[in-house]
C-alpha cells in the first residue's frame, strides 16, 4: 500500500493547571465517571503544576521520528493529533487534507487491544474524518505493538537496571511486579476476536520482558488507576492491594515495571511514584520503580519498522505468539463501548 504521511495519535495531556479541568471533561464526557473522581483525579495533576509528560513526550517523538526518517529515506511527513488536549485529532486530519494528503498511516501510542487503548481511537478517526469532510485522507492504523522487540527490549533493560539496584540479601524477599492500566472486566471480556485480549497481551508482553531481562526472581501482573465505582467489577488485584497482600507473605522488595505505558505520564508519576511508593513506605517495602521506554532510540526505530512493514511489506518484526489481527477488522472490539460497565 502507498502512503502519505504518518499521523500520531495520542490522548494529549494538559500543560497548566488551567488545561486541567477541561481536559477532564473531554476526557470523561458522555461516560457517567463521577464528578468527586474527577475532583479527586484534577488534584493528581495540580501535584505537578497541572502538567502531564504526555504531550511534550509526543512533541520530542515527532522531532526524533522525522530526523530518523530522514536519515533512513522514509519519505513521509508527520503529523501529530490527540484525543482529548490540543493538538487535536481534527486539526491534524485538516492539515493533511490541506496538504493533500489522500491515505495516512496512524501510529497510536497505546500498545494493546480494547475500546480504551484501540477502539476508541479508531473511532475518534473516523470523527476527525467525518469533521473534515470529502477531502479527508483515508487513514490506516498501524498494529498493536505490545510484542515489538523495540518495545519489550526497553521494558527489559530498565527492569534488569532497576532490579540491580536490590542488594543480593533482599532478593529472597523480592517480587517483580508488572503493571497496567485496569479496565472494566466487561470491557476485556470483549477484547479482541474472542476476548481477554487485553489481559492476554499484557501478560505475554511481562512474559517476554522478564525473558529478555534475565532477571531470576518471580514476577506478579497487577492493575492500576481504576476509575469505576467499587462496586463494578475492573480488573485486579489493585497494585496497592496487592503490595499488602504481599508484605503479609513477608515479601519486603518490589521492582514495578509499568508494562501498560510506553511513556511516563500522570498515571506513572502519581499512581506508582506517589500512591504505590507511599503505600510501600506504610508497608514498610521497598519499591524500585522500572522506567518506560519513553524516548528510548528502540521505540523511534520500531515506529519506523512498524512503518515500512506496511509501505515495503518489510519483515513483522514481533516476539510473542498471540495471534495477530487487523485492528478495523470484523474481528477487532465492539465498535460501540461495551454496555453494563455498571456506572
Ligand atoms: C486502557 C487505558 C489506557 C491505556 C491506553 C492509552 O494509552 O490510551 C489509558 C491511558 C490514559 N488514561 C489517561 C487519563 C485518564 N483516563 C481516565 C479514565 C479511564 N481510562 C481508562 C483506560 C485506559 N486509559 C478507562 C477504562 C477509564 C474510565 C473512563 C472511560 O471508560 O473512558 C481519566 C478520567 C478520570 C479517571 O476516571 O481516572 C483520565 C484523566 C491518560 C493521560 C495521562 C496523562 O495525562 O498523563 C492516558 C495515557
Ligand atoms: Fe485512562
Redesign the pocket.
Known amino acids: 500500500m502507498t502512503y502519505d504521511a504518518l499521523l500520531l495519535v495520542?490522548?494529549?495531556?494538559?500543560e497548566s493547571p488551567a488545561d486541567v479541568l477541561p481536559?477532564?471533561r473531554n476526557?470523561?464526557r458522555g461516560?457517567g465517571?463521577p464528578e468527586d473522581?474527577?475532583t479527586e483525579?484534577a488534584e493528581h495533576?495540580y501535584h505537578f503544576g497541572g502538567v502531564?509528560?504526555?504531550n511534550e513526550w509526543c512533541r520530542k517523538l515527532v522531532d526524533a521520528l522525522e530526523q530518523d526518517f530522514a536519515a533512513n529515506g522514509v519519505n513521509l511527513p508527520i503529523y501529530w493529533g490527540n484525543?482529548?488536549w490540543p493538538p487535536m485529532l481534527v486539526e491534524a486530519v485538516q492539515r493533511m487534507a490541506g496538504d493533500g494528503v489522500k491515505r495516512a498511516l496512524a501510529f497510536?501510542?497505546?500498545a494493546?487491544g480494547?475500546?480504551?487503548?484501540c477502539r476508541?481511537?479508531l473511532e475518534d478517526l473516523a470523527a476527525a474524518r467525518a469533521a473534515v469532510g470529502s477531502k479527508a485522507p483515508a487513514i490506516d492504523k498501524i498494529r498493536h505493538f505490545f510484542d515489538h522487540p523495540g518495545f519489550i527490549h526497553p521494558f527489559a533493560d530498565n527492569l534488569r537496571d532497576a532490579a540491580g539496584r536490590v542488594a543480593d540479601s533482599e532478593r529472597g524477599a523480592t517480587r517483580v511486579l508488572f503493571t497496567?492500566?485496569?479496565?472494566?472486566d466487561a470491557?476485556n471480556d470483549v477484547s479482541g476476536p474472542d476476548g481477554a485480549r487485553?489481559t492476554d497481551q499484557v501478560a505475554e508482553a511481562s512474559e517476554l520482558v522478564m525473558e529478555q531481562s534475565g532477571v531470576d526472581l518471580p514476577y506478579d501482573i497487577v492493575w492500576q488507576?481504576r476509575?469505576?465505582p467499587p462496586e463494578s467489577p475492573w480488573l485486579g488485584p489493585d497494585i496497592n492491594d496487592h503490595l499488602k497482600q504481599l508484605a503479609a507473605e513477608g515479601v519486603r522488595t518490589v521492582v514495578v515495571s509499568p508494562v501498560?505505558?510506553?511513556s511516563d505520564?500522570?498515571?506513572v508519576?502519581w499512581d506508582l511514584d506517589t500512591e504505590a511508593q507511599q503505600t510501600a513506605a506504610e508497608l514498610g517495602m521497598t519499591l524500585h520503580r522500572a522506567g518506560t521506554p519513553g524516548l528510548d532510540s528502540r521505540v523511534v526505530t520500531m515506529v519506523r519498522e512498524l512503518v515500512t512493514e506496511r509501505t515495503d511489506d518489510a519483515p513483522i518484526r514481533r516476539l510473542g505468539k498471540l495471534p495477530l489481527w487487523a485492528p478495523g477488522d470484523d474481528g477487532c472490539c465492539p465498535a460501540r463501548?461495551p454496555a453494563g460497565?455498571g456506572r
Do not use: D
Request: aromatic share 16%; proline share 6%.
Open positions: 495520542s490522548f494529549g495531556g494538559p481536559f477532564l476526557v470523561t461516560r465517571v473522581r474527577l483525579v495533576y502531564s509528560p504526555i484525543r482529548n497510536t501510542t497505546s494493546y480494547s475500546y480504551s487503548s476508541q481511537y497496567a492500566h485496569s479496565i472494566p470491557m487485553y488507576s476509575s469505576g501498560g505505558f510506553l505520564h500522570i498515571e508519576l463501548r460497565l
